[in-house]
């Protein structure tokens, strides 16, 4: 895992705020690796990133991962505001689905945290925000599935890889 460097410039980037569970973040990586789509945890995650349940999700694919840290929500927007990339919220609080937008090369798509989704103040920071649609009283997609979900359009989208 390469952590000691910011995302890449001119690549959609895949970002985790303050995530939960080892399994999902170790499958996004995996994901991200084999898309060659990068991947920011935003901090404090809910786990140590060294922890065994993410390399068992993540296999041997964890090597090929492109990972850039965060230790905060504050760190994470001072980056985002001097690269002048637009921040593409998945919620359940949006209305515009996922697969209907124009997604550009520099997008990041941020993730909420399995547990609580993203605070009132980084819902509000969002430049858009999409929804995947669901059936009604259908409440979330697990989180590893939704990332992969978009990485499919973002690949399909701006021919990555």
Same mark, same amino acid.
């Given at each position: #895992?390469?952590?000691?460097?910011? !995302?890449?410039?001119?690549?959609?980037?895949?970002?985790?705020?303050?995530?939960?569970?080892? %399994?999902? *973040?170790?499958?996004?990586?995996? #994901?991200?690796?084999?898309?060659?789509?990068? /991947?920011? /945890?935003? %901090? !404090?995650?809910?786990?140590?990133? &060294?922890?065994?349940?993410?390399?068992? =999700?993540? #296999?041997?694919?964890?090597?090929?991962?492109?990972? =850039?840290?965060?230790?905060?929500?504050?760190?994470?927007?001072?980056?985002? $505001? &001097?690269?002048?990339?637009?921040? /593409?919220?998945?919620? *359940?609080?949006?209305?515009?689905?996922?697969?209907?937008?124009?997604? @550009?090369?520099?997008?990041? +798509?941020?993730? %909420?945290?399995? =547990? $609580? %989704?993203?605070?009132?103040?980084?819902?509000?920071?969002?430049?858009? @925000?999409? *929804?995947?649609?669901?059936?009604?009283?259908? @409440? =979330?997609?697990?989180?590893?599935?939704? +990332?992969? #979900? /978009?990485?499919?359009?973002?690949? @399909?989208?701006?021919? *990555?890889?």
């Amino acid at each position: #895992m390469t952590d000691d460097f910011l !995302p890449p410039a001119g690549k959609p980037l895949i970002a985790l705020y303050q995530p939960d569970i080892p %399994g999902n *973040t170790g499958t996004i990586l995996r #994901m991200g690796a084999c898309l060659d789509l990068p /991947v920011a /945890v935003i %901090g !404090p995650a809910g786990f140590d990133l &060294s922890d065994r349940a993410l390399k068992r =999700s993540g #296999m041997d694919y964890l090597e090929k991962a492109t990972l =850039s840290r965060f230790d905060d929500w504050a760190a994470f927007e001072a980056w985002r $505001a &001097s690269e002048g990339r637009r921040l /593409v919220l998945l919620t *359940t609080k949006a209305d515009t689905p996922y697969h209907g937008f124009d997604w @550009r090369a520099d997008d990041i +798509a941020l993730f %909420g945290r399995e =547990s $609580a %989704g993203v605070p009132d103040h980084v819902h509000d920071a969002a430049d858009e @925000r999409l *929804t995947i649609p669901m059936r009604n009283g259908a @409440r =979330s997609l697990n989180l590893a599935i939704s +990332a992969a #979900m /978009v990485a499919g359009e973002l690949a @399909r989208r701006l021919s *990555t890889p």
